[in-house]
């Protein structure tokens, strides 16, 4: 049984920083992709970021750029979000999502199989 535990979300200020986590259980890491989405009210869930388990090849939405990094843990298998100068704009639910196998678009939701229940941030002005 594949399962997502996400923590770090929180409320901030903005221009703070918050690190989010997420750590899959029930499955091999060898070949899987791990991103973050994020979904605020009234839109559409968007990506974020996303990391490839293996290389540690990292892609970004534009809107990210400069301030988040994800990065990944192999002791811990875990993968985390820092999220710095954090902006009104980026308050939302963040999921973690699992592909086990290669995906050619990384920041497609479709490519992703599993799902975390998501976290919520909220970044004040």
């Known amino acids: 049984q594949v399962q997502l535990v996400e923590s770090g979300g929180g409320l901030v200020q903005a221009g703070g920083s918050l690190r989010l986590s997420c750590a899959p259980s029930g499955l091999t890491f060898r070949r899987s992709t791990m991103a973050w989405f994020r979904q605020a009210p009234e839109k559409e869930r968007e990506p974020v970021a996303a990391i490839r388990w293996s290389g540690g090849d990292t892609y970004y939405v534009d809107s990210v750029k400069g301030r988040f990094t994800i990065t990944r843990d192999f002791a811990k298998n875990t993968v985390y979000l820092q999220m710095n100068t954090l902006k009104p704009e980026d308050t939302a639910v963040y999921y973690c999502?699992?592909?086990?196998?290669?995906?050619?678009?990384?920041?497609?939701?479709?490519?992703?199989?599993?799902w975390g229940q998501g976290t919520q941030v909220t970044v004040s002005s």
């Open positions: 999502a699992v592909a086990t196998s290669f995906v050619a678009r990384v920041l497609a939701s479709y490519e992703y199989s599993y």
